[in-house]
């Protein structure tokens, strides 16, 4: 009969999982694209308003929120390196010098590991960029893990992009709660079965979030044991 005693445990799955969206909730990325994105219509002959923007589709990439902008404008589409170029340094300028995180989302986070459940946080942006924006918000130090998606597509992020994500980091089959801002990621999470917080933007607030289980103006409009009280029932 052996002695040995087995040592090896394997970490028990997390049963529950907060995960939100970090360049819109956390740092409000999508203004800073809306002033770049207008600077760069201008040059092409398009006075972009906030109303057009939004209804351009916002893509995460730089490249197709432009193409869109400038076909919905009427306007050739060619030729935008340039225009690229500069909306994505003025990103990368804000994601590293002055981003500032949400302070309501900050307070939401503390209460959710509190409660012993993971805080994850996904980005479209580059994983390097996106990593510095972890570390400029004080994410990465308050122990939130970051998902970078294998693709990000002009529509982000879709139902099958959540669903990649949750297998990504192991969350396919917790009780999730998704902090959000806009329809196309709220619909994308009630596919994927979690319970939705939206917190949209001047650009968003327009939008359908049917399933959604609080619309918020701000995440410091609702304590944060309410919102986990009432999303971590489901």
């Known amino acids: 009969m052996s002695n040995d005693v087995k040592t090896d445990e394997t970490p028990a799955r997390a049963t529950h999982a907060l995960i939100f ?10 203004q800073v ?16 308003t906030p109303v057009s ?14 193409t869109s902008v400038l076909k919905q404008a009427g306007k050739k589409f060619d030729a935008i390196e340039k225009a690229v170029a500069s909306v994505d340094k003025e990103v ?4 590293e010098n002055d981003a500032e995180l949400d302070a309501g989302l900050a307070k939401l986070i503390k209460a959710t590991q509190k409660r012993d459940i993971p805080v994850l946080a996904f980005s479209a942006l580059p994983e390097a960029l996106a990593q510095k924006l972890m570390d400029k918000l004080g994410l990465s ?9 294998d693709e990000v597509k002009e529509s982000f992020p879709r139902a099958d992009s959540w669903l990649k994500m949750l297998k990504k980091c192991d969350k396919e089959d917790a009780t999730l709660v998704a902090v959000v801002s806009s ?22 607030a327009y939008q359908d979030f049917s ?18 009280d009432l999303t971590l029932r489901m």
């Open 21 to 30: 969206e970090l360049e819109y909730v956390a740092a409000k990325k999508r």
């Open 33 to 48: 694209e809306f002033n770049a994105i207008k600077t760069a219509a201008k040059t092409k002959g398009v006075e972009l």
């Open 53 to 66: 923007f939004a209804r351009s589709g916002m893509s995460p990439l730089s490249r197709a929120a432009i």
């Open 92 to 95: 990368v300028a804000y994601c």
């Open 141 to 149: 130090g308050m122990g939130v893990e970051l998902i970078i998606p």
């Open 183 to 204: 329809q196309i990621a709220c619909k994308g999470a009630l596919t994927a079965g979690a319970a939705c917080i939206v917190v949209p933007d001047e650009y968003t």
């Open 211 to 228: 399933g959604a289980k609080m619309v918020l103006d701000s995440l410091s409009d609702a304590k944060p044991q309410e919102i986990l």
